[in-house]
Nanobody, 125 residues
Framework: QVQIVDSGGGLVQPGGSLRLSCAVSGVSLDYYAIGWFRQAPGKEREGVSCINGKYGTTYYADSIKGRFTIARDNAKNTVTLQVNSLRTEDTAVYYC??????????????????WGKGTQVTVSS
């Protein structure tokens, strides 16, 4: 049984940082892509980053490029999203998801099969 546990959210001031974690069990990262998504109140869910579990290739949405960094640890079957220089508009529930690998990360983000329950990130002064 595949389980995704996302964690690490919290309340931070603008300019602050958090480290979000995604623990995956039941499947090996070697065969999956892991995506991070976020959904703010009243807005559609947005795929912000993705990593290929086998090759480590990455994707970042323009809205977070240069501020967020995704990384994987296949030995621990975990993926982290380091979020820096946070802005108030980054406030959202962040979700981790797993799906099959595709050469195109945008397609992988649309094909996620397993989801975590989400972790709240609030950026406020």
């Amino acid at each position: 049984q595949v389980q995704i546990v996302d964690s690490g959210g919290g309340l931070v001031q603008p300019g602050g940082s958090l480290r979000l974690s995604c623990a995956v069990s039941g499947v090996s990262l070697d065969y999956y892509a892991i995506g991070w998504f976020r959904q703010a109140p009243g807005k559609e869910r947005e795929g912000v980053s993705c990593i290929n579990g086998k090759y480590g290739t990455t994707y970042y949405a323009d809205s977070i490029k240069g501020r967020f960094t995704i990384a994987r640890d296949n030995a621990k079957n975990t993926v982290t999203l380091q979020v820096n220089s946070l802005r108030t508009e980054d406030t959202a529930v962040y979700y981790c998801a797993a799906g099959l690998q595709y050469s195109n990360h945008s397609r992988a983000l649309k094909k996620m099969d397993y989801w975590g329950k989400g972790t709240q990130v609030t950026v406020s002064s």
